[in-house]
């Protein structure tokens, strides 16, 4: 394990901040917080796994080449958590570094709270994702055994038949 950096990379702080503090509510005016109450927990549906992992692959992806406007983003984030990786991605940018590896994933179960809304309880591993300049591709100083944060990712769609993504992200524990 490295010992962290004096600084964080500002791309990584905010990558654990986002799951810590991000986008901790729908966004404004997103189906979802006019349904009705109800809720039931279980395993979470196919159409709601699928988008989620298309979540995380395109996250990655626009990860390895940071640009605040990729298009694939509007495709898997909506509201505040759609804004919070276009910042993230700025912030990289600008710092010159890219993330490069792989994010582990144990889903333990889904809660429906609405006709549009769904909350997909997640345990991150982000170990083997790393902060690396862009310039040389050689890893910066970073904490490299971080602790799994288990994550309530809200996943919301506008109507019928539309594609779930996800509109916030709130952490829930630690070491999952």
Known sequence: MRAPAAVLPASLLVLVLALATGCTAAASGTPGADDSPRSSA???????TRAYDTYWTTWL???????PQDPGLEQVATG???RELRDNLAQSKEAGQVLLGEVGHRV??????????RVL???V???RWLIHDSATGQPVDQLEDKPSQQGAFTMI??????????????????NC
Request: with cysteine.
């Open 157 to 174: 769609r506008e109507r019928e038949g539309a594609p779930w993504k996800v509109g916030s992200v709130d952490v829930i524990g630690e």
């Open 121 to 123: 309880i997640d345990c």
């Open 80 to 82: 505040s958590q759609l």
């Open 108 to 117: 333990t179960g889904m809660e429906t709270t609405g006709e549009h809304t």
């Open 42 to 48: 279980g395993p979470p549906s196919e159409d709601v």
């Open 61 to 67: 992806a626009a990860n390895r080449t940071p640009d």
């Open 125 to 127: 591993d982000l170990d």
